[in-house]
């Protein structure tokens, strides 16, 4: 009535770098992964799923120094509802936490310093029918939310998708579709969700003084309008 799988792994480098043996570029990270599945009854079943990982890169030269790390948290559960004839059910909840951290130094002076903090929730439901041997009709809805922080800057966003659609199957092969879906910044906004990632990564990318900043800062400003 029910599976899980966990998984490990460790920079290999790393142990021989521990073991004195120089392998000259020596990335660490190590993460941790599950996945629970567990039948609740005859129609319903439950997923409970997980990641955790982080890893550290430095890289010395000269004078220079360049440190990127980053660390991740996803945590998310499923619940699917499957009457093995007609219909078909599921809704998702999904947390992650990111975190990175970009650093270079030259002759011991900070010359670039870039630290990012974000936290994305994702909620969504989907159903499917068959109403005939080769007739299906699927609809669904679903909302991200971030919570983001860079540059001593918070920002928080939103990102709707929902969709209908009709499909019917001529063969494996041939399938014709029919519906609509929409996605955006927000259920009343003309906003793709493309669009909206470009908003949020050009100014994600801006800093203050900086002299190609003012561009990234436009461009955002542009894809916005």
Same mark, same amino acid.
């Given at each position: =009535?029910?599976?899980? @799988?966990?998984?490990?792994?460790? !920079?290999? &480098?790393?142990?021989? $770098?521990?073991?004195? /043996?120089? %392998?000259?570029?020596?990335?660490?990270?190590?993460?941790?992964?599950?996945?629970?599945?567990?039948?609740?009854?005859?129609?319903?079943?439950?997923?409970?799923?997980?990641?955790?990982?982080? =890893?550290?890169?430095? @890289?010395?030269?000269?004078?220079? !120094?360049? &440190?990127?790390?980053? $660390?991740?948290?996803? /945590?998310? %559960?499923?619940?699917?509802?499957?009457?093995?004839?007609?219909?078909?059910?599921?809704?998702?909840?999904?947390?992650?936490?990111?975190?990175?951290?970009?650093?270079?130094?030259?002759?011991?002076?900070?010359?670039?310093?870039?630290?990012?903090?974000?936290?994305?929730?994702?909620?969504?439901?989907?159903?499917?029918?068959?109403?005939?041997?080769?007739?299906?009709?699927?609809?669904?809805?679903?909302?991200?939310?971030?919570?983001?922080?860079?540059?001593?800057?918070?920002?928080?966003?939103?990102?709707?998708?929902?969709?209908?659609?009709?499909?019917?199957?001529?063969?494996?092969?041939?399938?014709?579709?029919?519906?609509?879906?929409?996605?955006?910044?927000?259920?009343?906004?003309?906003?793709?969700?493309?669009?909206?990632?470009?908003?949020?990564?050009?100014?994600?990318?801006?800093?203050?003084?900086?002299?190609?900043?003012?561009?990234?800062?436009?461009?955002?400003?542009?894809?916005?309008?």
């Amino acid at each position: =009535s029910g599976a899980f @799988l966990v998984a490990y792994r460790y !920079s290999f &480098l790393d142990i021989l $770098s521990r073991l004195g /043996l120089n %392998t000259g570029i020596n990335p660490k990270y190590q993460d941790l992964s599950f996945k629970l599945h567990r039948d609740l009854c005859e129609n319903w079943r439950m997923e409970l799923l997980g990641i955790w990982g982080k =890893s550290l890169l430095q @890289l010395d030269e000269n004078d220079a !120094s360049l &440190l990127t790390a980053s $660390s991740t948290a996803f /945590l998310g %559960t499923a619940l699917h509802y499957d009457n093995q004839a007609h219909h078909w059910a599921s809704v998702r909840l999904y947390a992650n936490k990111l975190r990175s951290l970009s650093s270079v130094e030259q002759a011991g002076q900070r010359a670039y310093h870039e630290a990012q903090d974000e936290m994305r929730y994702t909620l969504s439901a989907t159903w499917d029918s068959r109403a005939r041997p080769n007739h299906y009709w699927q609809m669904g809805a679903g909302c991200d939310l971030y919570d983001m922080q860079f540059f001593s800057r918070t920002a928080r966003m939103y990102v709707w998708h929902v969709y209908a659609q009709d499909e019917y199957r001529f063969s494996s092969r041939w399938k014709l579709r029919a519906g609509w879906r929409l996605q955006g910044y927000s259920e009343g906004s003309a906003w793709t969700r493309g669009q909206s990632w470009a908003i949020y990564g050009f100014a994600m990318a801006y800093q203050p003084g900086s002299s190609f900043g003012a561009v990234l800062r436009s461009t955002s400003s542009d894809a916005g309008a």
